[in-house]
C-alpha cells in the first residue's frame, strides 16, 4: 500500500466479541482508520453449516471491501476463521487474517513442553482449527468447548464467583484431560474473542491449579494484533493516518445496534460511537 492509499483497516466479527481483538489493534496501530462489522442478525455462526458459514463471512467482507474501502481484512470471529478463511479470500482481493494461525503461533513460541491446552465455543472446538494449527507447529494439545463463559461475559459477571466457579470446573477438566494423556501443558490459548475480558479469572485459577509458574495464558485476540501491525508496518506503515491524529473508528451491526452500543463499550474498553445498521440480506 501508498502513503496515498485509503488506508483502512476492516474488522469483521458475527457479534461484538471481537471488539476485543480491535481494541488490541488500536493499542499496536494507535494512528490507523477501522472499520468494524458485526453480523449480529445472523448469529450464532455456530450452529450454522459450514457453507452458510461462508457464504455470511465472505459477503461480511465484501461489504467491508468494496463499500468501506478496506485493504487489509482482521477476521476477529474464530468460527469465520476456523470454517470460512479460504472463502474469505476468494471473496476479496485483500490481505485477510484470522485469529487462529497468530494464536498458534504464539502458542508455539511460549510453550516450553510443547503440551498446550484450548479452549473456545463448540463449534471452533469441533473444527479442530487449533489443533490441526498446533500440530503443524510440533505441539500436542487438548480442546475444551466451554458453552457458559460467551453469556456470562455478555451479562457482565466479568468477576464474579460464579464465573470464577465455571473456569475453574471447564480448567480442572482440560488439565485432567492433558494429564491422562500424559501431558504437562504449560500454555493455555483463549480461543474466542469474548475469553480476553475473563484473562484475570483465567490466570487466578490457573495458580491455584498448578501454581505461580505453572501455565500461561495466550490472548489470541493480542497475538492476532500483533500479527496484523507486523504485516502492515511491513508495507512501509499501510493504514497510518500520521499527525498525531485520534483513532477514527466506525462500527456497523447487522442488528440489535443498541446493544452493540451498550456492550460494545465493555469489549473495547471505550465508546463504540453511533452504531450505523447495514442490511447484507438473510
Given at each position: 500500500?501508498?502513503?496515498?492509499?485509503s488506508?483502512v483497516?476492516?474488522?469483521?466479527d458475527?457479534g461484538?466479541g471481537g471488539?476485543?481483538?480491535l481494541k488490541?489493534?488500536?493499542?499496536?496501530?494507535?494512528?490507523a482508520?477501522?472499520v468494524?462489522l458485526?453480523d449480529?442478525?445472523r448469529?450464532p455462526?455456530g450452529s450454522?453449516s459450514?457453507?452458510t458459514?461462508?457464504?455470511?463471512a465472505?459477503?461480511?467482507a465484501?461489504?467491508l471491501v468494496n463499500e468501506q474501502?478496506a485493504?487489509f481484512?482482521v477476521i476477529?470471529?474464530?468460527?469465520?476463521s476456523?470454517?470460512?478463511?479460504?472463502?474469505?479470500?476468494?471473496?476479496?482481493?485483500?490481505?485477510?487474517?484470522g485469529v487462529i494461525?497468530?494464536?498458534?503461533?504464539?502458542a508455539?513460541a511460549?510453550?516450553?513442553t510443547?503440551n498446550?491446552?484450548?479452549i473456545?465455543t463448540?463449534?471452533?472446538?469441533?473444527?479442530?482449527?487449533?489443533?490441526a494449527a498446533?500440530?503443524?507447529?510440533?505441539?500436542?494439545g487438548?480442546?475444551?468447548a466451554?458453552?457458559l463463559l460467551?453469556?456470562?461475559v455478555?451479562?457482565?459477571?466479568?468477576?464474579h464467583?460464579v464465573?470464577?466457579?465455571v473456569?475453574?470446573?471447564?480448567?480442572?477438566e482440560?488439565?485432567d484431560?492433558a494429564?491422562?494423556?500424559?501431558q504437562n501443558?504449560d500454555?493455555?490459548?483463549?480461543?474466542c474473542?469474548?475469553?480476553?475480558?475473563?484473562?484475570?479469572?483465567?490466570?487466578?485459577?490457573l495458580?491455584e491449579?498448578?501454581g505461580?509458574?505453572?501455565?500461561?495464558?495466550?490472548?489470541?485476540a493480542e497475538?492476532?494484533a500483533?500479527e496484523?501491525a507486523?504485516?502492515v508496518?511491513e508495507t512501509?506503515?499501510?493504514?497510518?493516518?500520521?499527525d498525531?491524529?485520534?483513532?477514527?473508528?466506525?462500527c456497523?451491526?447487522t442488528d440489535?445496534?443498541e446493544?452493540?452500543?451498550?456492550?460494545?463499550s465493555?469489549?473495547?474498553g471505550?465508546?463504540?460511537?453511533?452504531v450505523?445498521?447495514?442490511?447484507l440480506?438473510?
Amino acid at each position: 500500500m501508498t502513503a496515498t492509499s485509503s488506508g483502512v483497516i476492516g474488522v469483521f466479527d458475527s457479534g461484538f466479541g471481537g471488539l476485543t481483538v480491535l481494541k488490541a489493534l488500536l493499542a499496536r496501530l494507535p494512528e490507523a482508520r477501522f472499520v468494524f462489522l458485526g453480523d449480529t442478525a445472523r448469529l450464532p455462526y455456530g450452529s450454522k453449516s459450514r457453507r452458510t458459514i461462508a457464504r455470511y463471512a465472505a459477503e461480511s467482507a465484501q461489504f467491508l471491501v468494496n463499500e468501506q474501502g478496506a485493504e487489509f481484512l482482521v477476521i476477529a470471529c474464530n468460527t469465520a476463521s476456523a470454517l470460512a478463511l479460504d472463502a474469505i479470500k476468494e471473496a476479496v482481493d485483500v490481505p485477510v487474517l484470522g485469529v487462529i494461525e497468530p494464536g498458534a503461533a504464539a502458542a508455539a513460541a511460549n510453550s516450553l513442553t510443547k503440551n498446550v491446552m484450548v479452549i473456545a465455543t463448540e463449534a471452533t472446538v469441533a473444527s479442530h482449527a487449533y489443533a490441526a494449527a498446533c500440530r503443524a507447529r510440533g505441539l500436542h494439545g487438548v480442546e475444551k468447548a466451554c458453552p457458559l463463559l460467551v453469556p456470562l461475559v455478555e451479562e457482565g459477571w466479568i468477576d464474579h464467583p460464579v464465573t470464577e466457579e465455571v473456569v475453574r470446573i471447564y480448567l480442572k477438566e482440560l488439565l485432567d484431560e492433558a494429564r491422562q494423556n500424559g501431558q504437562n501443558p504449560d500454555t493455555l490459548v483463549l480461543g474466542c474473542t469474548h475469553y480476553p475480558l475473563l484473562r484475570p479469572v483465567f490466570e487466578r485459577v490457573l495458580v491455584e491449579l498448578t501454581g505461580p509458574s505453572g501455565v500461561r495464558v495466550i490472548d489470541s485476540a493480542e497475538a492476532t494484533a500483533a500479527e496484523a501491525a507486523r504485516l502492515v508496518l511491513e508495507t512501509g506503515g499501510f493504514g497510518l493516518l500520521g499527525d498525531g491524529e485520534a483513532p477514527r473508528i466506525q462500527c456497523f451491526a447487522t442488528d440489535s445496534v443498541e446493544k452493540f452500543e451498550r456492550l460494545g463499550s465493555r469489549f473495547l474498553g471505550l465508546p463504540v460511537g453511533k452504531v450505523e445498521l447495514v442490511d447484507l440480506g438473510g
